[in-house]
Protein backbone atom coordinates (compact mmCIF):
# COMPACT_ATOMS: atom_id res chain seq x y z
CA UNK A 1 0.00 0.00 0.00
CA UNK A 2 1.34 3.24 -1.17
CA UNK A 3 1.07 6.61 0.39
CA UNK A 4 0.66 10.02 -0.80
CA UNK A 5 2.33 12.47 0.88
CA UNK A 6 -0.79 14.27 1.91
CA UNK A 7 -1.95 10.93 3.03
CA UNK A 8 1.45 10.00 5.25
CA UNK A 9 1.49 13.72 6.99
CA UNK A 10 -2.32 13.46 8.09
CA UNK A 11 -1.65 9.57 9.08
CA UNK A 12 1.74 11.64 11.35
CA UNK A 13 -0.07 14.59 12.70
CA UNK A 14 -2.67 12.17 13.45
CA UNK A 15 -0.28 9.75 15.46
CA UNK A 16 1.16 13.15 17.10
CA UNK A 17 -2.44 14.42 18.18
CA UNK A 18 -3.19 10.81 19.63
CA UNK A 19 -0.04 10.82 21.78
CA UNK A 20 -0.37 14.56 22.71
CA UNK A 21 -4.19 13.59 23.86
CA UNK A 22 -2.67 10.51 25.61
CA UNK A 23 0.30 11.20 27.36
CA UNK A 24 -1.25 13.51 29.90
CA UNK A 25 -3.76 9.98 30.80
CA UNK A 26 -0.34 7.80 31.02
CA UNK A 27 1.15 10.27 33.15
CA UNK A 28 -1.59 10.03 35.52
CA UNK A 29 -1.79 6.23 35.68
CA UNK A 30 -3.12 5.51 39.70
CA UNK A 31 -0.51 5.76 42.56
CA UNK A 32 -2.66 5.37 45.69
CA UNK A 33 -2.93 1.46 47.03
CA UNK A 34 -6.27 1.41 46.29
CA UNK A 35 -6.37 2.71 42.79
CA UNK A 36 -3.25 0.19 41.76
CA UNK A 37 -4.86 -2.97 43.79
CA UNK A 38 -8.26 -1.56 41.45
CA UNK A 39 -6.29 -2.34 38.38
CA UNK A 40 -5.20 -6.03 39.77
CA UNK A 41 -7.58 -8.55 37.69
CA UNK A 42 -7.05 -10.97 40.57
CA UNK A 43 -8.36 -8.20 43.44
CA UNK A 44 -12.14 -7.36 42.81
CA UNK A 45 -13.40 -9.03 46.05
CA UNK A 46 -10.69 -7.04 47.66
CA UNK A 47 -11.46 -4.07 46.57
CA UNK A 48 -15.09 -4.40 46.41
CA UNK A 49 -14.66 -5.01 50.37
CA UNK A 50 -12.65 -1.56 51.00
CA UNK A 51 -15.06 0.47 49.21
CA UNK A 52 -18.17 -2.17 51.34
CA UNK A 53 -15.96 -1.43 54.60
CA UNK A 54 -15.79 2.34 53.82
CA UNK A 55 -11.97 2.29 53.83
CA UNK A 56 -11.40 4.07 50.56
CA UNK A 57 -10.54 7.03 51.82
CA UNK A 58 -7.63 4.82 54.49
CA UNK A 59 -6.00 3.15 51.43
CA UNK A 60 -6.04 6.71 49.33
CA UNK A 61 -4.07 8.40 52.45
CA UNK A 62 -0.80 9.80 51.96
CA UNK A 63 1.07 6.90 53.54
CA UNK A 64 2.96 4.90 54.07
CA UNK A 65 0.75 2.08 53.87
CA UNK A 66 1.03 -1.70 52.80
CA UNK A 67 -1.69 -3.64 52.14
CA UNK A 68 -1.89 -7.36 52.41
CA UNK A 69 -4.54 -7.85 50.10
CA UNK A 70 -6.02 -11.60 49.51
CA UNK A 71 -6.74 -12.61 46.56
CA UNK A 72 -9.96 -13.43 44.69
CA UNK A 73 -8.89 -16.94 44.55
CA UNK A 74 -8.33 -16.42 48.45
CA UNK A 75 -12.50 -15.36 49.05
CA UNK A 76 -13.08 -18.28 47.05
CA UNK A 77 -11.66 -20.66 49.44
CA UNK A 78 -13.74 -19.74 52.44
CA UNK A 79 -17.11 -21.67 52.51
CA UNK A 80 -20.12 -19.66 50.98
CA UNK A 81 -21.32 -19.40 53.80
CA UNK A 82 -18.67 -17.50 55.64
CA UNK A 83 -17.96 -15.54 52.16
CA UNK A 84 -21.07 -14.21 52.28
CA UNK A 85 -21.33 -13.40 56.12
CA UNK A 86 -17.82 -11.33 55.97
CA UNK A 87 -18.78 -9.80 52.63
CA UNK A 88 -22.25 -8.57 53.63
CA UNK A 89 -20.96 -7.33 57.23
CA UNK A 90 -19.10 -3.90 56.60
CA UNK A 91 -17.45 -3.88 60.52
CA UNK A 92 -16.43 -7.42 59.80
CA UNK A 93 -14.79 -6.50 56.79
CA UNK A 94 -12.97 -3.38 58.11
CA UNK A 95 -11.83 -5.52 60.60
CA UNK A 96 -10.29 -8.05 58.31
CA UNK A 97 -8.87 -5.21 56.40
CA UNK A 98 -7.10 -3.17 58.97
CA UNK A 99 -5.67 -6.05 60.50
CA UNK A 100 -4.15 -7.13 56.74
CA UNK A 101 -2.61 -3.23 56.62
CA UNK A 102 0.37 -1.59 58.17
CA UNK A 103 0.87 1.79 58.54
CA UNK A 104 4.54 1.82 57.17
CA UNK A 105 6.25 0.44 53.91
CA UNK A 106 7.56 -3.26 54.01
CA UNK A 107 9.15 -4.00 50.82
CA UNK A 108 8.97 -7.76 50.73
CA UNK A 109 11.86 -8.26 48.25
CA UNK A 110 14.92 -6.45 47.93
CA UNK A 111 17.34 -7.56 45.62
CA UNK A 112 18.30 -10.91 46.74
CA UNK A 113 17.08 -10.78 50.06
CA UNK A 114 12.78 -11.44 51.41
CA UNK A 115 11.22 -10.86 54.24
CA UNK A 116 11.55 -14.31 56.03
CA UNK A 117 10.75 -13.54 59.59
CA UNK A 118 9.79 -11.07 62.29
CA UNK A 119 6.34 -9.23 62.82
CA UNK A 120 4.76 -5.50 62.37
CA UNK A 121 1.73 -3.47 64.03
CA UNK A 122 -1.12 -3.86 61.43
CA UNK A 123 -3.30 -1.00 61.46
CA UNK A 124 -5.49 -2.95 63.80
CA UNK A 125 -3.02 -3.40 66.38
CA UNK A 126 -2.20 -6.98 66.03
CA UNK A 127 1.10 -8.59 65.06
CA UNK A 128 1.30 -9.65 61.63
CA UNK A 129 3.90 -12.29 61.23
CA UNK A 130 6.40 -13.42 58.75
CA UNK A 131 7.55 -16.58 57.62
CA UNK A 132 8.29 -19.10 55.25
CA UNK A 133 6.95 -22.51 54.51
CA UNK A 134 9.39 -24.25 52.40
CA UNK A 135 11.19 -21.96 49.68
CA UNK A 136 7.74 -19.40 50.10
CA UNK A 137 7.85 -16.42 52.20
CA UNK A 138 4.31 -16.38 54.37
CA UNK A 139 2.20 -13.77 55.75
CA UNK A 140 0.41 -14.41 58.74
CA UNK A 141 0.72 -18.37 57.23
CA UNK A 142 -0.67 -16.88 53.70
CA UNK A 143 1.46 -17.40 50.76
CA UNK A 144 2.75 -14.54 48.75
CA UNK A 145 1.16 -14.82 45.54
CA UNK A 146 2.82 -11.28 44.43
CA UNK A 147 4.92 -9.02 46.19
CA UNK A 148 5.87 -5.43 46.49
CA UNK A 149 3.03 -3.48 44.22
CA UNK A 150 4.39 -0.05 44.40
CA UNK A 151 2.43 3.36 44.63
CA UNK A 152 2.50 6.29 45.88
CA UNK A 153 1.66 5.78 49.43
CA UNK A 154 2.78 2.45 49.65
CA UNK A 155 2.70 -1.37 48.45
CA UNK A 156 0.60 -3.85 47.60
CA UNK A 157 1.35 -7.90 48.07
CA UNK A 158 -1.17 -10.36 47.43
CA UNK A 159 -1.77 -13.51 49.12
CA UNK A 160 -3.87 -16.58 49.10
CA UNK A 161 -5.64 -16.58 52.19
CA UNK A 162 -8.08 -14.17 53.84
CA UNK A 163 -6.27 -12.47 56.81
CA UNK A 164 -8.95 -12.54 59.63
CA UNK A 165 -8.17 -10.47 63.15
Known amino acids: MRLTRAAACRSLVGCALALTLTAPALAQQPRTVLDLAAQQKNLSTFVAAVHTAGLDDTLKAAGPITVYAPTDAAFAKLSDADR ?17 M ?14 TSGSIASAAGKDIVFGTEGERTTV ?26
Open 140 to 165: DGAHVVQSDLRADNGCVTTVDKVLLP
Open 102 to 115: TPNLVVMHDGDTWV
Open 84 to 100: SALLSDAARLKAMIMAS
